[in-house]
């Protein structure tokens, strides 16, 4: 057991990003298991609640997804010391008081409440209310696209908690596609089907995944959450999905499930205009105490423009390091700080030629022969790796990966995103490849463990 605990861990490893990782979940640890009852150690109140208010669900649903079983957790504070002691000036302000939402996933601070309205995301939001108000009537299904970090999870969250505040009877499932896929795999495999079925199709009320765009190619997934979408759909249940472009953008999306998804409201997010992202500075900045001057404010919203993670990460970070070097935290501060890459940039794009590069050097083969069309194992093997951490770090489409292998046909790059997909799912080694490769393609050290 101590093995699958770390092995999920380490299995979230590469989403959560090595910082993350290091700070909050290694210094977890598992003491015994009785049962399915975990009973686990944290070196403090703190590192526990954070890593209940932040990690504990997405451990759960690891474990779940590997061993086909749902744990409970019991944490207890231990004073041992630990292997990774966090400095006392760059604790993050201590989380609210956690709030409970009975559907399990639904992170308590993603609300209606603290999402602030504007230019970018005005009919999202408004839909999304009047979605969470009517559920299953108007705005069925309703598809929110947009960017990465300009709040879809938030609206979606928001509105499971809207429904579980004003129609508590509702069963509502939160589901990442990802998780959605992994939980299908694993019920699959496991021979619990029946169960899986029944969690979303008889005892759902309200859908709301996350991501969708993570099944596309992904055909058996894929067919299920179509039939998934049928049954609730004709029975009136509410269903809300998010993705990072709209549905007839996602390329390996089945036509019949793009179709439905565009039955009712699609509505999509953009960045934040300036106004917006003072408002969101400020609402940041009181949450965590932070004490920070309006121009202070309008200079850091006229500096980060991209999305709002990024933009409350660039607050966190100012604050953090104000608070290290003990100085206010001034105009100049900020500029001085957001002018080092490692803090105002997303991390750097990944390309298509990097992941090449990487790869081939990885395996001590050629460029070349990664474009070429040598079907040979040592060569194969890489190639389809390499079409895999295309597809999954750069957002090229399978076409555009698919010219940039030589000019290979797009189902040649799906099946082999497929292959590897599958492979990983019981090779370890390949997993550990695959992750060392990902892993040095976006390694970005500008990522402080805000999340
Ligand atoms: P996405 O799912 O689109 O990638 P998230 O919903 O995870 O983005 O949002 C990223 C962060 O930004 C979250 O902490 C979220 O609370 C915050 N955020 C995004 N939009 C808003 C908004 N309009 N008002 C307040 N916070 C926001
Ligand atoms: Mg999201």
Redesign the pocket.
């Given at each position: 057991m101590s093995d699958i605990w770390s092995e999920a861990l380490q299995g979230l490893q590469p989403r959560l990003g090595a910082q993350t990782y290091d700070l909050w979940l290694r210094p977890i640890a598992l003491r015994r298991v009785t049962g399915t009852h975990l009973h686990l150690t944290a070196p403090n109140r703190f590192m526990k609640e954070w890593f209940e208010n932040h990690y504990l669900g997405v451990v759960l649903d690891e474990l779940r997804a590997r061993t086909a079983q749902t744990y409970d957790v019991e944490i207890e504070v231990t004073t041992e010391p630990t292997p990774a002691p966090l400095p006392n000036a760059t604790t993050p302000p201590p989380p609210r008081p956690l709030i409970t939402a009975p559907p399990p996933q639904l992170s308590g601070?993603?609300r209606f409440q603290?999402?602030?309205?504007?230019a970018g995301?005005e009919l999202a939001?408004s839909a999304a209310w009047a979605a969470a108000n009517e559920p299953g009537t108007r705005f069925n299904p309703f598809f929110i696209y947009?960017?990465?970090?300009?709040?879809?999870?938030?609206?979606?969250?928001a509105i499971g908690h809207h429904i579980h505040a004003t129609r508590p009877e509702l069963r509502i499932v939160y589901q990442s596609a990802e998780r959605f896929m992994n939980e299908f795999i694993a019920a699959v495999r496991f021979n619990q089907f029946d169960e899986f079925r029944s969690r979303y199709r008889e005892q759902c009320d309200v859908l709301l995944i996350?991501?969708i765009q993570f099944i596309a190619g992904r055909d058996r997934t894929m067919d299920e959450f179509f039939h998934v979408f049928n049954v609730l759909y004709e029975a009136e249940k509410q269903i809300v999905v998010?993705a990072?472009r709209m549905p007839s953008e996602m390329q390996g999306m089945e036509d019949r499930l793009i179709s439905r998804l565009n039955w009712g409201l699609v509505a999509d997010?953009k960045p934040?205009d300036l106004e917006?992202r003072i408002?969101?500075l400020r609402?940041?900045a009181e949450h965590d105490r932070i004490p920070i001057s309006d121009d202070v404010t309008l200079h850091l919203a006229s500096i980060v423009r991209s999305?709002?993670?990024e933009?409350?990460g660039s607050l966190v970070r100012v604050s953090t390091l104000a608070g290290l070097k003990n100085v206010p935290i001034t105009c100049d501060f900020v500029s001085e700080l957001l002018g080092a890459p490692a803090v105002n940039a997303q991390p750097p794009p990944v390309s298509i030629e990097n992941v090449q590069k990487t790869v081939a050097a990885h395996f001590s083969v050629r460029i070349t022969d990664l474009k070429g069309p040598r079907r040979h194992q040592g060569i194969s093997r890489p190639r389809m790796i390499a079409m895999y951490l295309s597809r999954q770090l750069t957002g090229a489409s399978f076409p555009e990966i698919g010219l940039r292998f030589g000019g290979k046909d797009h189902s040649t790059v799906i099946n082999a995103c497929k292959r590897i997909e599958s492979i990983q799912s019981d090779d370890r080694e390949l997993r550990a490849t695959v992750d060392t490769l990902r892993r040095q393609l976006t390694s970005d050290t500008s990522t402080v463990a805000t999340?």
């Open positions: 601070r993603y603290n999402f602030i309205k504007g995301n939001a947009g960017g990465v970090g300009l709040g879809k999870t938030h609206l979606l969250h996350d991501d998010t990072d997010i934040p917006t408002a969101i609402q940041k999305n709002v993670r933009l409350e999340m």
